[in-house]
């Protein structure tokens, strides 16, 4: 079964220091990767996505996330991070033959100023 | 503005009563999915529709209902055999249904809260 996990329910960084965000898959066919970010009461708006046509994508807000299928990881990264950054961040992967994403449990990214 | 709307943003509901949860689109999307948000759960599926007049049981249905009567329209029904049924419930549309790549994307989502 097609699954992802997030690695750290919390995330705290300074203003203007390194985000990495971990997401590692589990798949036995080649997967499709997503991210996707939700502010307090809101619903999830898509950062980037992995459909197998490079293994380094750019998203929005200056978010990045590279595909590595040694390390079966996804990880999301982004240079400095501005206050604004602060959400809930969500990795997922598509589910082949069954229509639907599958969420991790999500991380809580937090800026310190 | 095309997008995802849905309605009550909040909701309260007293035990043993059945409730509808909104969502309407006017993407032109095919495809259009009921998640359940609790804390620290992450997304889960309920229901999901790849065309009118279908739909599909997600992940955990039990205690829930939809009609996809109209393309842009999926509505959501809590019923009283739901036990736990307090959370943040999230609409999302895609473009095409099966699509492995599409993007869902979501409405802004209705808490539901039992008393």
């Known amino acids: 079964a097609q699954s992802v996990t997030q690695l750290g329910s919390h995330v705290s960084v300074s203003e203007g220091a390194l985000v990495l965000l971990r997401c590692n898959y589990s798949?036995?066919?080649?997967?499709?990767l997503f991210w996707y970010v939700q502010y307090p009461n809101q619903g999830l708006q898509l950062l980037l996505k992995y459909t197998s046509a490079a293994t380094l994508v750019k998203g929005i807000n200056g978010f990045e996330a590279e595909f590595k299928k040694s390390e079966t990881s996804f990880h999301l990264t982004k240079p400095s991070a501005h206050m604004s950054d602060a959400a809930e961040y969500f990795c997922a992967v598509s589910v082949q033959g069954a229509q639907k994403l599958v969420f991790g449990q999500g991380t809580r990214l937090t800026i310190n100023p | 503005d095309g997008g995802i709307t849905q309605s009550p943003k909040y909701l309260f509901r007293k035990e043993g009563q059945n409730v509808t949860l909104s969502c309407e689109q006017n993407?032109?999307?095919?495809?259009m999915y009921w998640y359940r948000q609790d804390p620290g759960q992450g997304l889960r599926l309920i229901y999901y529709s790849q065309i009118v007049n279908d739909f599909q049981k997600g992940d955990i249905a039990e205690g829930y209902s939809v009609s996809r009567e109209k393309k842009e329209s999926f509505p959501l029904t809590v019923t009283s055999a739901q036990k736990n049924p307090t959370a943040f419930y999230l609409c999302?549309?895609?473009?095409?249904?099966?699509?492995?790549?599409?993007?869902?994307?979501f409405g802004p989502g209705t808490r539901l809260t039992v008393l």
């Open positions: 993407l032109n999307h095919d495809a």
């Open positions: 999302a549309s895609s473009i095409i249904a099966g699509a492995l790549t599409d993007t869902q994307y």
């Open positions: 798949s036995s066919v080649p997967p499709y």
